[in-house]
């Protein structure tokens, strides 16, 4: 599987990825979703098609799908290729659910639709840079909705991946409200040229974007930036860049190259972090994992603390015993 959001909608959980059988996925042929009452329940669900090829013109890939709730209304974002599977073609696109309408059944889901810039043109850095767009996400902040998305050029060379950012109407996240402006290029070793797949998750008065730089392979790893919550997110002032990978394959995660990621809170509540990843560095395909996330004492996210770090079950509840006196007299 490629990326695989979780989400909580209507007191369900829903699971929604693509396909990655043999690490082939750009001849992918559908969108699945998977629909339970608990997220372990989501391991032996049923897949559901939602999407075909053919649709509006897509050949392929249905790659980074998202679910989210934009306006009140679920809204699914994913990256389909157009008219030739081909990842050279990939673009960002959405679709909404009807009112009324049930996540896993197909009909009940709109045509799906490009994303656009304000004056209707494609996702690019100028049209003497066209290229590809991929892995869009969609965050509110300070009263305002913003989508953050990877994009690359494709002119006599293939430029990097980068992460931009704008604002939309929710009620029509197809087009931007405004210019997108530029807030992450690959700088480092880890990084190496890639930047993509983003997603917010807010803590306390900061806003984090996790991303993911490298190759899809044994290398890919997710790093982070962050805002001050509030800010004007459209400003790359406003943003720090870790200067070091949060999770890797030297994380004693088990698995290789862990890279584009989503959060989600399970029954209980705790806050965790879905993951893609080589099951073992010969294993071609990528397979869906689900770990805890933790917050340092000095709020800096942690990806990848180990089962054998966390509180042992019998040290977790905690007794005190408090003793009032009465106070002495000087």
């Known amino acids: 599987m490629s990326t695989a959001p979780v989400l909580a909608y209507l007191g369900r959980y829903y699971f929604i990825a693509t396909p990655d059988l043999d690490g082939d996925c750009v001849a992918t042929s559908r969108l699945l979703i998977r629909v339970a009452d608990s997220i372990a329940g989501l391991a032996c669900a049923p897949d559901h098609a939602v999407l075909e090829v053919g649709t509006a013109g897509i050949a392929g890939c249905f790659w980074a799908p998202e679910l989210h709730l934009i306006g009140g209304r679920l809204h699914c974002l994913f990256a389909p290729c157009v008219d030739a599977a081909d990842w050279k073609r990939v673009r960002c696109h ?4 009807r009112d009324g309408g049930d996540p896993v059944v197909a009909a009940d889901w709109e045509p799906p639709r490009p994303v656009s810039q304000a004056d209707g043109s494609p996702l690019q850095r100028d049209p003497g840079h066209p290229g590809l767009s991929l ?4 965050v509110e902040d300070g009263g305002r909705s913003y989508v953050i998305w990877s994009q ?8 990097d991946a980068e992460l931009w950012i704008a604002t939309i109407d929710p009620a029509d996240p197809s087009r931007l409200t405004s210019d997108p402006v530029r807030i ?3 700088e ?19 806003l984090v974007v996790t991303y993911s730089g490298s190759a899809v392979g044994p290398t890919y790893a997710v790093g982070a930036i962050e805002a001050g919550s509030g800010a004007d997110l459209l400003d790359p002032s406003v943003w720090t860049k870790a200067n070091a990978p949060l999770l890797g394959t030297g994380s004693d995660f088990s698995h290789w190259g862990p890279g584009h990621n989503t959060f989600s809170r399970d029954e209980d509540g ?3 972090v879905v993951f893609h990843a ?3 560095i010969t294993t071609r395909g990528r397979c869906t994992a689900l770990r805890r996330i933790h917050w340092a004492a000095d709020g800096r ?4 603390q180990r089962p054998d770090e966390e509180v042992a079950p019998h040290l977790r509840n905690v007794r005190a015993a408090v003793r009032v006196t009465a106070a002495s007299t000087p």
């Open 278 to 280: 080589h099951p073992a």
């Open 94 to 97: 959405v679709m909404r659910l």
């Open 301 to 304: 996210l942690v990806l990848d």
């Open 188 to 206: 480092f070793g880890w990084d190496h040229e890639v930047a993509e797949g983003p997603f917010a998750l807010r803590h306390c008065d900061r």
């Open 270 to 272: 705790l806050e965790l």
């Open 184 to 186: 992450v290029t690959a």
């Open 135 to 138: 892995d869009m996400t969609y």
């Open 152 to 159: 690359r050029y494709l002119t006599d060379r293939v430029g």
